[in-house]
């Protein structure tokens, strides 16, 4: 009689970026995924000797065989940290530009108790290989706290800009953040003010709460912030 199968593990988005963390080669690790559990994109950040194309296939086989998930080579986006880099990104970074696989990515987050209920919590980002944390505290409620830590995500943000352009060039700021039920699920709406020199711009982001709400509010205010925030670092 042939031996049954052994089954797969359940998977979530901790669980296999925690997986992909411990890929050879690979520094840091995001996935995003829409509800229902579609992987839309793999982002990796990767060192050392493993090449971008072996590191994609390493991706798909640790997911099939840890949770039988197969994925499109395509979904998987790799950015290499160090001297490794093609010569075409050398070239880009030598004229002061950078790649547009580097964005801001979730690294971690931590939430600490304080007196008379309150919370501070504390948001780290990776951007072009370097981590950036934010701190902020606020009211241990609900909402409160959902705010306080797209803020502790925009001061982490902003630590990467300061080391950019310097002081003063550019504050972001939370204007709320809501939790909706839709399509048989739910989703963290985040909205925030950028201000750059007179002018204000608002930004919107959106994720789907897949393990934590405060994780989706990390990945919905990275991606109300990420693309106009790269466009001016």
Same mark, same amino acid.
């Given at each position: 009689m042939d031996a049954e199968p052994t089954p797969k593990t359940e998977w979530n988005i901790e669980r296999a970026e925690a997986l992909l963390n411990s890929l050879k080669g690979v520094v840091s690790a995001r996935v995003v995924a829409r509800p229902g559990g579609v992987i839309e994109e793999i982002h990796l950040l990767t060192e050392g000797d493993v090449t971008a194309k072996q590191s994609v296939r390493n991706v798909e086989s640790a997911l099939?065989?840890? #949770?039988?998930? =197969?994925?499109?080579?395509?979904? @998987? $986006? @790799?950015?290499? /940290?160090? $001297? =490794?880099?093609?010569?075409? @990104?050398?070239?880009?970074?030598? #004229?002061g530009g950078r790649s547009a696989e580097t964005r801001f990515l979730f690294v971690t987050h931590r939430v600490e108790t304080e007196q008379a209920h309150r919370v501070r919590i504390a948001v780290t980002v990776e951007w072009d290989g370097e981590?950036? =944390?934010? =701190?902020? $505290?606020?009211?241990?409620?609900? /909402?409160? /706290?959902?705010e306080t830590t797209a803020s502790a995500t925009l001061r982490a943000i902003e630590r990467a800009i300061v080391a950019q352009l310097g002081e003063g060039e550019l504050t972001l700021s939370v204007d709320g953040v809501k939790v909706i039920e839709a399509f048989?699920?739910?989703f963290v709406l985040v909205a925030i003010h950028a201000i750059y020199g007179r002018s204000i711009t608002a930004l919107a982001g959106a994720a789907a709460v897949e393990d934590t709400a405060d994780r989706a509010v990390i990945l919905g205010t990275l991606q109300a912030a990420d693309r106009w925030v790269r466009g001016r670092i």
């Open positions: 099939l065989a840890h #949770f039988g998930l =197969e994925i499109d080579h395509r979904k @998987v $986006s @790799v950015a290499e /940290r160090d $001297s =490794e880099k093609g010569a075409a @990104v050398k070239a880009l970074e030598a #004229f981590p950036y =944390e934010g =701190e902020a $505290s606020g009211a241990d409620l609900p /909402r409160a /706290r959902l048989d699920g739910q």
